[in-house]
């Protein structure tokens, strides 16, 4: 009667099981996004800050100009797998 229970059990955890059709990463990129998002404006506006004072004006224009760059890439949805598929079309991978 054990070793019944045992060897169903066995078998039942031994049975392959089908993996989920879709893996949903929303929910993990809205909230990374809702974490880092405050975080990466305080220290944007922390080094701004000290350019400006420190007047370095033409590194103060390249640090907003890259910060508006990684905003982007991470803030517009679909950003990144739009560059990925436009990288792989121009170096010809399918």
């Given at each position: 009667?054990?070793?019944?229970?045992?060897?169903?059990?066995?078998?039942?955890?031994?049975?392959?099981?089908?993996?989920?059709?879709?893996?949903?990463?929303?929910?993990?990129?809205?909230?990374?996004?809702?974490?880092?998002?405050?975080?990466?404006?305080?220290?944007?506006?922390?080094?701004?800050?000290?350019?400006?004072?420190?007047?370095?004006?033409?590194?103060?224009?390249?640090?907003?100009?890259?910060?508006?760059?990684?905003?982007?890439?991470?803030?517009?949805?679909?950003?990144?797998?739009?560059?990925?598929?436009?990288?792989?079309?121009?170096?010809?991978i399918k």
């Amino acid at each position: 009667m054990i070793i019944e229970t045992v060897l169903s059990a066995a078998v039942d955890l031994a049975s392959p099981t089908t993996p989920p059709a879709e893996v949903d990463t929303e929910g993990l990129a809205n909230f990374l996004r809702g974490f880092f998002g405050p975080l990466f404006l305080v220290i944007v506006s922390v080094v701004a800050i000290f350019f400006l004072f420190t007047r370095e004006i033409t590194r103060f224009v390249q640090f907003i100009i890259l910060a508006i760059g990684i905003g982007v890439i991470f803030y517009v949805p679909n950003i990144i797998e739009a560059i990925a598929r436009a990288l792989a079309g121009a170096l010809g991978i399918k």
